[in-house]
């Protein structure tokens, strides 16, 4: 099993081994163990705290192996308005949730919560469910490259 406890920043023109599709739940996942879709097992030993973001690189701890970190595709809710202002108390209400987040200037996402999800169609916003790679933000005091 290869152990992998360097993280890189991206860079697309390295030699990687092979690819690692990641949720955004797994990739804030300093210690953990996943299946290739080769069925090989590989064990994570980050740094504490280590956020991994799409395209990042992972190096196995002997040094033989570059692996790509690429977002997942998984299920989210997406918030869209018809004004900034909406969309800004919609960010602002889910914050005060302590949601985690993707911000964008037209539209915001997160993860599926049908409690939410009414709340915020009652505001006025349009929520739909989408199957996409997800992002969110880490936080003002957030590890960043």
């Known amino acids: 099993m290869l152990t992998f406890t360097t993280h890189l920043p991206a860079n697309p023109d390295a030699a990687i081994g092979f690819i690692l599709p990641m949720t955004a739940a797994d990739r804030t996942r300093s210690r953990h163990r996943f299946e290739t879709e080769a069925g090989e097992m590989l064990n994570l030993h980050l740094p504490r705290g280590t956020v991994l973001r799409d ?19 998984e299920p989210v809710l ?7 202002l909406l969309l800004i108390r919609a960010a602002y209400h889910l914050g005060n949730r302590h949601v985690s987040l993707e911000v964008a200037d037209r539209y915001l996402r997160f993860s599926p919560d049908s409690v939410l999800q009414e709340m915020l169609e009652k505001m006025g916003l349009e929520v739909t469910e989408q199957i996409v790679p997800f992002h969110p933000e880490t936080g003002a005091y957030g590890q960043s490259h």
């Open 55 to 73: 395209r990042d690189l992972l190096q196995s701890e002997d040094g033989s192996c570059l692996v790509r970190v690429i977002a997942k595709p």
């Open 78 to 84: 997406t918030v869209r308005a018809s004004t900034p």
